[in-house]
């Protein structure tokens, strides 16, 4: 399984349910719509640091905000969980589909699921329409939020000490 990751915060719980099932995904983190380049960056260390605790592959995706922006293109004043949303769901999950498809991985889900803050419709439209995109890989979509997982998740982000950003990533965000 790959599951695509947006954070540690929103990964821990997902991460330590799947392991208690015997699931070892392999974590790829595809971000490329977070902004400035060190929150990026801190992002990504919090998500190896926690991968490396259950010894788990992360994979770091090509960081490419100037592409990302192109999907955000004229969809600047969108609210969250606007049209802007879905696009860079669809963006970062096409990338995650590709990256499965191209090695071995049946299954794909991602943490973006276990957010309060995303909405959940639009983020399993984009994985089912990301996953359509490739041969042979499945859209697993998990509503994370739920079987005690959103109280757990805030349970691991204080025994973890984790850096619990403010805003989803993209400059936009920021100012909603």
């Known amino acids: 399984m790959l599951l695509h990751a947006c954070c540690a915060p929103c990964s821990s719980a997902i991460v330590e349910c799947l392991m208690e099932q015997g699931i070892r995904p392999t974590i ?21 640091r926690y991968a490396r ?9 090509v960081y490419d905000h100037e592409a990302w ?11 969250e969980r606007g049209g802007r949303c879905l696009q860079c769901f669809k ?16 299954v794909l889900t991602t943490t973006l699921a276990s957010s309060r803050w995303k909405n959940l419709d639009q983020v399993n439209e984009a994985g089912r329409w990301a996953c359509a995109q490739v041969q042979g890989v499945t859209w697993w979509d998990q509503n994370w939020r739920k079987g005690g997982l959103q109280e757990r ?3 691991i982000i204080k025994e973890e ?7 989803c990533g993209c400059e936009f965000s920021q100012h909603t």
């Open 91 to 106: 963006y970062r999950l096409l990338r995650a589909a590709q990256y499965a498809a191209d090695n071995g991985f049946e």
């Open 161 to 167: 000490n984790f850096y619990n950003q403010l805003y």
């Open 153 to 155: 998740r805030n349970q």
């Open 28 to 48: 790829f983190y595809s971000n490329s719509n977070i902004y400035p380049l060190e929150e990026y960056e801190h992002r990504l260390n919090e998500c190896i």
């Open 69 to 79: 922006g192109g999907c955000a293109k004229g969809l600047e004043n969108e609210p």
């Open 53 to 61: 605790k259950w010894g788990l592959e992360i994979v770091d995706d």
